[in-house]
């Protein structure tokens, strides 16, 4: 299967990552990434960064290393209403939005409430993509969650990083099993992450690409395989085919 675009990465900015932003580019397209993006962690992950960070991304190339560079953010949900930790005035300044749910960030509840946080967040427009909804710490309705991301137009992650034996993420397999059948059933999209926060794993995606081929994931719903596919969720891209044109 072809597979081009990570979009889920950390950076030493981050505080717990350990490579800069042009390793993780360089290294992706070692790779053979074509679409690559960096999504720090919002400002309340213990030692992310502050809102600052997330208001310069004009002064970095958008193509480096023979790739294209898109600057996002991993914004954290915060509460049951699904708030996130940027202020309004900061999500347009990002190319794409990942929202997750992480523990430091906003406690874990029943499984009506961790549902309601990631119904709430697929009502911010600056949210393109449900980062790791994998995680048995937050139980979460399923049949919910994928059917809304059909509806609203949200990307649902894979995340192989949480499929790493020595993941906190306990029960990434079994929530995969269970949101990839609904995935087929409801045809809702997802895009696989890396999730990398050092540089041997900027594109690396060869435990998540193991369970889709396990369960015969349907090539048209993972939207790794061409960034034409991404277009219609993410706004940034919409001069991809023209950049393409201007290439052949």
């Known amino acids: 299967m072809n597979d081009v675009v990570d979009l889920h990465s950390h ?28 999504s720090e962690h919002g400002p309340r992950v213990p030692g992310s960064c502050p809102e600052m960070y997330f208001s310069n991304f004009k002064v970095i190339p958008r193509h480096l290393f023979g790739i294209r560079l898109l600057m996002g953010c991993e914004l954290n949900i915060v509460d049951f209403q699904g708030n996130v930790d940027l202020r309004d005035n900061f999500l347009p300044r990002l190319d794409y939005g990942i929202a997750s749910l992480h523990v430091p960030c906003c406690a ?8 309601n946080a990631y119904l709430g967040v697929m009502e911010n427009p600056y949210v393109q993509i449900i980062g790791h909804p994998d995680d048995d710490r937050y139980p979460v309705d399923y049949d919910s969650l994928v059917s809304a991301a059909a509806q609203h137009h949200k990307l649902l992650e894979v995340n192989s990083s949480s499929l790493h034996p020595l993941s906190p993420r306990k029960g990434a397999r079994e929530r995969y099993l269970k949101m990839l059948e609904l995935c087929i059933h409801y045809q809702t999209p ?6 990398a926060h050092c540089e041997a794993d900027a594109g690396n995606h060869k435990r998540a690409l193991a369970l889709l081929e ?3 994931f349907p090539e048209h719903l993972i939207m790794n395989t061409h960034v034409e596919k991404l277009v219609p969720y993410i706004p940034a891209l919409n001069d991809w085919k023209g950049e393409q044109a201007c290439h052949d």
Request: negative net charge.
């Open 190 to 195: 997802i895009i696989i992450g890396s999730d």
């Open 108 to 115: 874990p509840g029943s499984m009506a409430e961790n549902t």
């Open 214 to 216: 396990e369960v015969k």
């Open 11 to 38: 950076t030493i900015a981050c505080g717990h990552a350990y490579n800069t932003l042009y390793e993780m580019v360089r290294a992706a397209a070692g790779n053979g990434v074509v679409l690559f993006g960096s």
